[in-house]
């Protein structure tokens, strides 16, 4: 009896709670009332939280010998980074603390098209830590989402300024999914049993190109919006020259389409439906909502 209510009085830490997923999975975890620490870089964004009632702790995937501070207490975590080409060290040191922490459940954050095999980078990192995470015996459940609708919220000068956005996606079709779904899958994995090993594809609704988006958006705003396939190169020139993406950072999302098999990044499942028990957000909801971005021209980090 000791040792349960212990457990229910431990902490869930949050990696990666500045950003949009960790930021969101945040909000659930609080709105469902479980004690959460989030985790941050910076003394700034934890001073940011504590204003909002948010426990935090100042601590860096990239400085191991800050992650035990942040450990201490917690029962379950949620594992992401940002993206980087030592993305597969931070995630297994962090691993490693929390298995000596003593952490029960870990919840990772990867990608749908996580492979050894894949030719993009990022989902090698991922497909490394995943196995990292495997071979550490903790309990833990992966989850892979599909390309988010938030992506599109960077195309919103030209979309207000133009009527048009660009982006190497071809024609092909993806399964957009809003990341607050993945936050709700996430509070589920980490607050509830039955997530132990399971790796789920989180997926939107129904699988979209760019042109479909760029209908629903115009639909939104009530103006036609196109959408323009760009070569691959272009796009990572103009990321690199006008955004001042690092070029590893850069050649990944120009070549972001090609990390999918045939058909994988438009498989649709029932991943949110299942764990949640409700229905993903559409994107014809997710452009309503951000009408007013998509017109006004609002910027947006990618």
Same mark, same amino acid.
């Given at each position: 009896?000791?040792?349960?209510?212990?457990?229910?009085?431990?902490?869930?830490?949050?990696?990666?709670?500045?950003?949009?997923?960790?930021?969101?999975?945040?909000?659930?975890?609080?709105?469902?009332?479980?004690?959460?620490?989030?985790?941050?870089?910076?003394?700034?964004?934890?001073?940011?939280?504590?204003?909002?009632?948010?426990?935090?702790?100042?601590?860096?995937?990239?400085?191991?010998?800050?992650?035990?501070?942040?450990?201490?207490?917690?029962?379950?975590?949620?594992?992401?980074?940002?993206?980087?080409?030592?993305?597969?060290?931070?995630?297994?040191?962090?691993?490693?603390?929390?298995?000596?922490?003593?952490?029960?459940?870990?919840?990772?954050?990867?990608?749908?098209?996580?492979?050894?095999?894949?030719?993009?980078?990022?989902?090698?990192?991922?497909?490394?830590?995943?196995?990292?995470?495997?071979?550490?015996?903790?309990?833990?459940?992966?989850?892979?989402?599909?390309?988010?609708?938030?992506? #599109?919220?960077? #195309?919103?000068?030209?979309?207000?300024?133009?009527?048009?956005?660009?982006?190497?996606?071809?024609?092909?079709?993806?399964?957009?999914?809003?990341?607050?779904?993945?936050?709700?899958?996430?509070?589920?994995?980490?607050?509830?049993?039955?997530?132990?090993?399971?790796?789920?594809?989180?997926?939107?609704?129904?699988?979209?190109?760019?042109?479909?988006?760029?209908?629903?958006?115009?639909?939104?705003?009530?103006?036609?919006?196109?959408?323009?396939?760009?070569?691959?190169?272009?796009?990572?020139?103009?990321?690199?020259?006008?955004?001042?993406?690092?070029?590893?950072?850069?050649?990944?999302?120009?070549?972001?389409?090609?990390?999918?098999?045939?058909?994988?990044?438009?498989?649709?499942?029932?991943?949110?439906?299942?764990?949640?028990?409700?229905?993903?957000?559409?994107?014809?909801?997710?452009?309503?909502?951000?009408?007013?971005?998509?017109?006004?021209?609002?910027?947006?980090?990618?």
């Amino acid at each position: 009896m000791v040792a349960r209510d212990v457990r229910a009085l431990s902490a869930i830490l949050v990696t990666g709670a500045s950003g949009q997923v960790g930021g969101a999975l945040v909000e659930e975890l609080v709105r469902r009332g479980a004690k959460t620490r989030a985790m941050v870089r910076t003394e700034e964004q934890a001073i940011g939280l504590a204003a909002r009632g948010v426990e935090a702790a100042v601590a860096d995937l990239e400085r191991p010998e800050t992650l035990p501070g942040a450990l201490d207490g917690v029962d379950r975590a949620f594992l992401m980074s940002r993206d980087d080409p030592m993305q597969p060290e931070m995630e297994g040191a962090f691993v490693e603390a929390a298995a000596r922490a003593g952490v029960g459940r870990i919840v990772k954050l990867s990608a749908s098209g996580a492979g050894s095999d894949n030719p993009v980078g990022l989902m090698c990192r991922h497909a490394r830590a995943e196995r990292t995470l495997a071979e550490s015996r903790l309990e833990h459940t992966v989850l892979r989402p599909q390309l988010y609708m938030q992506n #599109f919220l960077i #195309f919103g000068p030209s979309i207000a300024a133009e009527g048009r956005f660009s982006a190497p996606m071809g024609a092909r079709r993806f399964a957009l999914l809003d990341l607050r779904d993945v936050a709700r899958v996430a509070a589920a994995a980490l607050m509830e049993e039955g997530h132990a090993g399971a790796a789920y594809v989180v997926s939107g609704p129904e699988a979209l190109s760019y042109g479909d988006a760029a209908e629903t958006i115009g639909a939104a705003i009530g103006k036609e919006v196109a959408y323009e396939p760009a070569e691959p190169q272009a796009f990572r020139g103009a990321l690199v020259a006008e955004r001042g993406l690092p070029r590893w950072r850069a050649d990944e999302l120009a070549f972001i389409a090609s990390a999918y098999g045939e058909g994988e990044g438009e498989s649709v499942t029932d991943a949110v439906r299942r764990v949640v028990g409700a229905e993903p957000r559409t994107f014809a909801e997710f452009a309503k909502e951000h009408a007013e971005h998509f017109a006004g021209g609002l910027s947006h980090h990618m």
